[in-house]
C-alpha cells in the first residue's frame, strides 16, 4: 500500500465495487464529504480534436488568458441557453 494512496484512484475503485455516496478508501479523506457516483467506473476515450469542434463556447475563450475570465465566458454561455430545468445539487 503507497503511503499517500490515491484518492482518485481509490473512488473509481469503490465505484467499481458498487460503492455509492459518501464512503471513504483511503484516510487521507477523513474528515471531508465525498460523493462516490456509479458512473466513476466508466473510463472514456474521445478524440480531442471531435470534442473541440463540437465545444459551443470555445469561439468565446479563444481571448481570455485569466480563470475568472474563462469562468466568466462559461457562465454567460450557460446562461444564453433555454433553460429546460432549474438546476440543483446534486443529493447524496
Given amino acids: 500500500m503507497p503511503e499517500r494512496p490515491s484518492i482518485v484512484n481509490g473512488s473509481i475503485l469503490s465505484a ?20 462516490i457516483n456509479p458512473l466513476m467506473s466508466l473510463y472514456w476515450g474521445f478524440d480531442l480534436a471531435k470534442v473541440a469542434e463540437r465545444n459551443l463556447y470555445l469561439p468565446r475563450l479563444r481571448d481570455k488568458f485569466s480563470r475568472n475570465e474563462t469562468s466568466l465566458a462559461i457562465e454567460e454561455f450557460h446562461d444564453s441557453l433555454p433553460r429546460h430545468r432549474e438546476p ?5
Fill in 88 to 92: 440543483r445539487l446534486i443529493p447524496h
Fill in 16 to 35: 467499481t465495487e458498487g460503492e455509492f455516496g459518501d464512503v471513504h478508501s483511503t484516510s487521507r479523506t477523513r474528515g471531508s464529504e465525498l460523493f
